[in-house]
Each structure stands twice: as C-alpha cells, then as structure tokens.
C-alpha cells in the first residue's frame, strides 16, 4: 500500500465509532477511556482482518506446499513488509515477530548481551525507563561482570544530557538503552543525540519505541540506533504480537534467543546450525493471525496519518494540563505539553493513586494508578505511583472534563 | 455520591483511613517484617511486641503508605490481633478481616485489604516459626528465613 502523509485533522468522533468498546457503558456512564498507553482499544477493521484470515486463510506457515499453507504463509511474511515499511527499515529479514516489546528487548538482551558483555564493560540505560528495558539489561550485566549504569533525569522530567560523560567515566560503555517516549511522563527522548553519543564511544543503541510507535512516526534509519522493539497492542493490534528490529549485520553474528522448530537450518546428534534471518530468531509457530492484525492496524494508522496523531494527542495534553491546573491540591509530572506525548502523570494532595482511580471508575473513568512499571522513576519523583491519563485517537476532550468532574467527587470523599 | 461510592469508601473506612489505629514503630520489637505489593509499589512494616508470656500479642503497630484500603484494613487488624495468640494469628482466615471491612472488593484491592495482613504473618513466621500464609508474593525468600 503507498503510504500518504495526510496532514488534515482527524475526527476523533468519528474515529470512535470503529470501536466496538465505546458502544457499552460502565456504572451507568459512558466510558472515558484514558488508558491506552497501556494498551490501545481495537478498530473493527483490525478485527475482521484477524478473523477473514482464520475464515480463508489459516494454516501453518513455511511448511505446507499446499496453496491454504501458501496463503497463509504469503499473509505473515506480507505483515513483515508492512512491519518493515513502518519503521523504514532497510530489510524485511531484520524484523523479528515477538511477543510484545518485551520479548524484543529480551531478545537482544541475551542473544547480544550474552557475548558481548564483560568485566569493565558499562550497560547505560535512563531513570525513565520502563522496567522492560531496565530489568533485563540489570540482569545481564549481573549475569556477565558488566556494569550497570543509570543515566539520571533532571527537575522536568527530561533526561539529563551533561550527565553523559559522567556517566561513562572509567569503563567502556558497550550498550545504551533508551525509550523513546516515556510510558509514564510522555517524555519524548532525543534518542539521535543519545545514538551519536553511543556510536562515539562504540557501543550499541537499543530503543525501546514501544511508546512511541502508537503516536508518531518511528524511522530507525534516522533514528540511527541499532535495535528497536514495538508492541502491537499499544497501536490498534492484537495483543500478542511485537516486533524487533535489528541490524543485520549484529543480527547475523548473534546467538538465537529460543530454540527449536523453524529455527534451524540442520538438526544432527553432533549439532544443529541456524535458519537465515528472520527464522533464526522465530522458534515454534508464528503468532500468524496476530501478524495478520497487526499489519492491519499499521495500514488503519497510517490510513489517519502519524502527524494527525501526534498533533490530535499534543491538542489532548495541552487541554488535560490545562484543566488540571484549575484542580486545587493537584500536582502533574514531566515536561511541557509540546515535549510529550499523549500521557499525563499526576497526584492529587495526598490521596492514593488506587483510591483515585477506584473513584474515577464509579464515574465511568480510566485511568491506571500505580508505578507504571518505572519504580526507579518513582523514586526520583519521591512517590510509590501515580495516576496516570493517556490518549489516543479517539479521545475526546469531553473524556478529559468527565475526568475532571471525577476529581472533585475523590475530592469531597476525602475532604 | 452515588451507591457505590458509599458502599466503597464507607464511613468506617475512611474513619480508619484518617485516624490509624496503631499506627507508628515499636523500637526493638519482639517481631517484624516489611510487605510489599508489587501492584502499586506500596510498602508496610509491622511491627509486634508479646506479653510476658511470650505468646500473646501485647501490641501491634505498622507504619508505611498505602491506599485508603490497605491502610484501614492494617489499622482494623492492629485492633483485632490485639491480645491473640501468635499461634491463633498464623491461622486467622482472612475472611474474619474481610468481615470486619464489609465491602466488596475486586481481586486487585483484595491485595491491598491483605497486605498488612500477610506481613504480620510473616513477622510471626520469622519469630515464631509459625506457618506462613498462602501467596507470599512481594516477599523475597530470602527474607523469610
């Protein structure tokens, strides 16, 4: 499918109505669904796509010679291109299905971290990292002698660039692990800065872009980083399906992560040699149906445009800060509205996160109330969680009033 | 307010919410322990001193931050506890607690309304030997010994 930048705005109203969610409501009230940075909702049109496949198309991939096994086959390696096509990335082999950003991230993390990393080596990752793109490089540097690192933030939520050098003294940084969007704050990382430095020093850049994919447009040849992984979930798809992509040539020199069918290439009693890319990292049956959903999201994203998205949510953040400035008692985190994303972090006097939310929920609100998966943020912020209000593409303002109107019922509870 | 919030965050709730009972640190405590619920981040500790006997449970108190369940359902527990034995403590069934909060809760704030709870079994499990509770997550095996 060619691909049309469209510029004009988007009717967040008539987006709504491709979503079967929005048709219920909840203790009486229509839903003010402002969690999808947790997870998006689902456009019909991904929907049927998954179920035609399963209705026409359905059977297991690279091994039939049938002419279903062809289809289906055609249908997954078709969802690899449009995967490809999302992200400008060079080659179709260098996109690895996963289960979600996660598995992604994993996947680097030991199929490179394994042998890559030593004594004296330095793991870098940020304060702002979500903990998918923390834990694991926590882990293998404990597992390989590296040393794990932090780059810290400053007072606006935004990470703290003069830090760097610091940050590397006495060791020999070999990998950098950045978000790109913050999954708490909305922070937008200036991830090409981060690359450069990472590429000065030799190291590799791995980005987690599961934030950020949803909302605006992600080109890892601009970006310049070396690995990235995306979920599917946060962006209209299915759950159950990301992917990563990887340079080719580290992709080629590296390890496969799981192991077993597909993957191989031969399989003796002395030994077992390696599939090509991107098989060689796909062990067992591909997430098919999920691929085909996937694939279908991207082409109902970029049916609306990444910079209508973008600037549909930058209008959503600035009227959300707006609002709760009016609220007395309420404090918001992270960076001005056109440094962030769709996602506002708050607290509310000293009112539990949970109690907040439990209350909004009665209202027909949600939000999510926790650490977001960013306990070392939380305890820069000297909090145990925060609310959190995400948007998406078809939120509305009226979901941000009902929001607010929520905020003084907590109020008066807990007057 | 509607129903629900009525039914929710009922006056006793909030009363104990508010004004914990028990709440604060025993210096050199006969027992404690610290719980964490990994859902949202929220730690309590508990702490427990023993009548002369050694057995009985003299006195009860927590500290930490939590939401308006887990702190209300900690602060009912410190009143319920007092004067039992650690023995009959390891084996409370959480329904009797549960009884005492009389609301409904979801399985998320159920793991709340538990959490001082299944940290002061824990703090008698470490002092006393006595049977650890079901579903220990948020506590490191380590710490248990």
């Not at chain 1, 200036?190 to 992600?218: N, S, Y």
Request: charged share 25%.
């Amino acid at each position: 499918m060619a691909v049309t930048a469209q510029t004009t705005k988007l009717d967040a109203r008539k987006l709504r109505a491709d979503f079967p969610i929005f048709e219920q409501t909840f203790h009486g009230k229509p839903l003010a669904f402002l969690d999808s940075a947790a997870s998006s909702q689902k456009p019909r049109q991904m929907l049927d796509a998954m179920r035609e496949f399963y209705e026409t198309s359905y059977a297991n991939v690279h091994r039939g010679v049938y002419q279903l096994a062809e289809r289906a086959t055609a249908a997954l390696e078709g969802s690899r291109e449009k995967v490809r096509e999302l992200l400008n990335a060079p080659a179709a082999r260098e996109v690895i299905f996963v289960r979600n950003a996660t598995e992604g991230l994993n996947l680097v993390a030991y199929a490179w971290g394994l042998n890559n990393l030593g004594p004296g080596d330095i793991v870098l990752v940020t304060e702002l990292e979500h903990h998918s793109n923390w834990v694991p490089w926590q882990y293998m540097a404990k597992k390989t002698g590296a040393e794990f690192r932090m780059l810290p933030l400053d007072e606006h939520g935004e990470l703290d660039l003069g830090a760097l050098d610091e940050a590397a003294d006495g060791g020999n940084v070999k990998v950098v692990a950045t978000g790109l969007v913050s999954n708490s704050l909305g922070t937008i990382n200036p991830v090409e800065k981060l690359v450069a430095w990472a590429h000065e020093r030799g190291a590799i850049f791995v980005c987690d872009a599961a934030q950020a994919a949803p909302h605006m447009t992600v080109d890892v040849q601009a970006l310049g980083c070396d690995f990235l992984a995306i979920s599917g979930h946060k962006m209209c798809g299915p759950s159950g399906i990301g992917a990563v992509w990887g340079r080719a040539e580290l992709l080629e020199r590296m390890e496969p992560f799981l192991l077993g069918g597909h993957m191989i290439r031969s399989v003796r009693f002395e030994g077992t040699t390696w599939g090509e890319l991107p098989h060689k990292f796909e062990a067992g049956t591909a997430p098919m149906a999920e691929a085909v959903g996937f694939a279908a999201a991207i082409d109902y994203l970029h049916g609306i445009g990444f910079d209508a998205i973008s600037a549909h949510e930058h209008e959503l953040v600035s009227y959300a800060l707006d609002r709760l400035a009016e609220v007395p008692g309420l404090t918001t985190y992270g960076p001005p509205a056109d440094r962030r994303a769709g996602i506002v972090s708050f607290n509310f006097d000293d009112i539990h996160p949970h109690d907040v939310a439990q209350i909004l929920d009665l209202e027909g609100v949600a939000i999510r109330a926790g650490h977001h998966c960013c306990q070392p943020l939380m305890q820069k912020l000297g909090v145990a969680a925060t609310n959190r209000a995400s948007f998406y593409l078809y939120t509305l303002p009226e979901e941000i009033d009902q929001l607010v109107d929520g905020l003084h019922k907590v109020k008066k509870v807990f007057a | 307010m509607s129903d629900g919030l009525d039914s929710l965050y009922r006056e006793i709730i909030l009363d104990h919410y508010k004004n914990p009972r028990g709440h604060g640190v025993i210096e050199s405590a006969d027992a404690e322990a610290e719980g964490q619920n990994p859902l949202c981040g929220d730690e309590v500790s508990i702490y427990v001193a023993f009548g002369e006997d050694g057995e009985t449970i003299d006195e009860v108190k927590f500290s930490g931050r939590g939401c308006a369940i887990s702190q209300a359902a900690t602060s009912m527990l410190t009143e319920m506890v007092q004067g039992r034995t650690a023995t009959e403590v390891a084996t409370l069934d959480k329904d009797e607690l549960l009884e005492e909060i009389g609301i409904p809760l979801t399985p998320v704030r159920l793991k709340c309304a538990m959490l001082g709870l299944t940290t002061l079994k824990v703090a008698l499990h470490k002092a006393k030997g006595t049977p650890l509770p079901e579903g220990i997550a948020g506590f490191d095996e380590l710490d248990l010994k």
